[in-house]
T-cell receptor, first 115, second 111 residues
Framework: EPEVTQTPSHQVTQMGQEVILRCVPI?????FYWYRQILGQKVEFLVS????????KSEIFDDQFSVERPDGSNFTLKIRSTKLEDSAMYFC?????????????FGPGTRLTVT | LAKTTQPISMDSYEGQEVNITCSHN???????ITWYQQFPSQGPRFIIQ???TKVTNEVASLFIPADRKSSTLSLPRVSLSDTAVYYC????????????FGGGTRVLVKP
């Protein structure tokens, strides 16, 4: 079964550093998402991406965050200057978008630890 | 966006049926009800989706009464591996829509 993959599985970085989290969505999917989950809290939407542009973003997704689909397969989330409170699991998800079934497929996540 | 309310946690035993009820009193006409499952340190996984009456797949059943103000996810004969958090989501099925997760129900299956 096709799956969303994410790398790295765990990233440790120092406060103020830039990080790039990578995702490979399922190949025929058209909609892409990033979510995050702070330890012990609920899954929060960050941003959705369609047709090479952001279609929606949350309040969390401020100027420190950016997304890109550089080569038609990878989908990246960049945090320009990490803060301690950015420590969380970051999940990438993708969706076909051509069917009525509203199923998003999530990757295994990247655990980001900011020290 | 329809607000959902579900129990914080439930305990069960292997082989039992687990029923999780979610209330969504202000569900809109265009809204569908979707359930996701999340194991520790993993991303959420789609379980089932419905609009009204009953939907069944190989994993679960979803019961939705006529007024659609609540729904019940039924997991038949659970095993230890069904220990997870189960989320009820309600929203328009328009393509591209984000998922809005609540706190979910933490189900613990005991031997």
């Amino acid at each position: 079964e096709p799956e969303v993959t994410q790398t790295p599985s765990h990233q440790v970085t120092q406060m103020g550093q830039e990080v790039i989290l990578r995702c490979v969505p399922i190949s025929n999917h058209l909609y892409f998402y990033w979510y995050r989950q702070i330890l012990g809290q609920k899954v929060e939407f960050l941003v959705s991406f369609y047709n090479n542009e952001i279609s929606e973003k949350s309040e969390i997704f401020d100027d420190q965050f950016s997304v890109e689909r550089p080569d038609g397969s990878n989908f990246t989330l960049k945090i320009r200057s990490t803060k301690l409170e950015d420590s969380a699991m970051y999940f990438c998800a993708s969706r076909v978008g051509r069917t009525v079934l509203d199923e998003q497929y999530f990757g295994p996540g990247t655990r980001l630890t900011v020290t | 966006l329809a607000k959902t309310t579900q129990p914080i946690s439930m305990d069960s035993y292997e082989g039992q049926e687990v029923n999780i009820t979610c209330s969504h009193n202000n569900i809109a006409t265009n809204d569908y009800i979707t359930w996701y499952q999340q194991f520790p340190s993993q991303g959420p996984r789609f379980i089932i989706q419905g609009y009204k009456t009953k939907v069944t797949n190989e994993v679960a059943s979803l019961f939705i009464p006529a007024d659609r103000k609540s729904s019940t996810l039924s997991l038949p004969r659970v095993s230890l591996s069904d220990t997870a958090v189960y989320y009820c989501l309600v929203g328009d099925k328009a393509a591209g829509n984000k998922l809005t997760f609540g706190g979910g129900t933490r189900v613990l299956v005991k031997p």
